[in-house]
């Protein structure tokens, strides 16, 4: 008789997709390897294209795991941003707050968010994220707020973080996780259509439903 080993296979819930947006340099690279591996890393290359990280937290006594795209900054890089957003049920917009002009291109980022992230129905949830919160305050240049009132007056979340101390950062992530369950149970999205929604159905519910796609 032949012994077949067993496989681990991580179970989680669903799969959720996130796009970090902004400008450079404003720490998307920092926020993103502080979520995904717990450490800060002063000197980090200038993203070309996009990156890529994982982690699975809980939502809800839910498994969810999260899948980050951290794309470039730069504006000769957007075009191949924009090829990220489609399908994004989270969308994360950074900003330096002691970079005024990184908070004045916001808008900018914001509409393209909302024209290539998702459906017609604008479902992604998206968190505004005022970077860099642990710099003495006579370095800081936006005040907390004016990054709320831009956050109320556009629909979206708000927090400030510090990806070198690790402020706010899952908080970040989890928070915008827990707006997207919610969406999901009030049947906002449509997640049988992961490519649209940005929402796969994971191994832990998929012996109930069966899973959207790999």
Not at 7 to 21: E, G, L, Q, T
Not at 159 to 167: D, K, P
Request: proline share 2%; with cysteine; net charge neutral.
């Amino acid at each position: 008789m032949h012994l077949v080993p067993s496989v681990n296979i991580p179970s989680f819930d669903y799969i959720f997709k996130y796009i970090i947006i902004g400008d450079t340099c404003v720490g998307k690279s920092c926020l993103l390897l502080q979520f995904t591996d717990k450490r800060f890393q002063p000197v980090h290359d200038v993203t070309v294209g996009a990156e890529f990280g994982t982690r699975t937290v809980t939502v809800e006594g839910r498994p969810i795991k999260i899948r980050v795209w951290d794309t470039a900054g730069q504006e000769r890089f957007r075009s191949i941003t924009r090829s990220y957003y489609r399908g994004a049920a989270g969308v994360l917009l950074v900003y330096d707050i002691t970079r005024r002009e990184t908070f004045d291109h916001l808008a900018s980022w914001l509409e393209d968010a909302r024209q290539h992230a998702n459906n017609d129905r604008n479902t992604s949830t998206m968190m505004l994220i005022g970077n860099k919160c642990d710099h003495s305050p006579r370095r800081r240049v936006v005040s907390e707020e004016e990054g709320e009132r831009f956050a109320k007056e556009n629909g979206l979340l708000f927090l400030e973080t510090s990806a070198r101390t690790a402020h706010n950062v899952d908080d970040a992530f989890i928070k915008t996780a827990s707006n997207i369950f919610k969406n999901i149970k009030d049947g906002v999205f449509d997640v049988s259509n992961c490519e649209s929604s940005g929402i796969t159905v994971g191994y832990g519910i998929a012996s109930q439903k069966g899973r959207c796609c790999s």
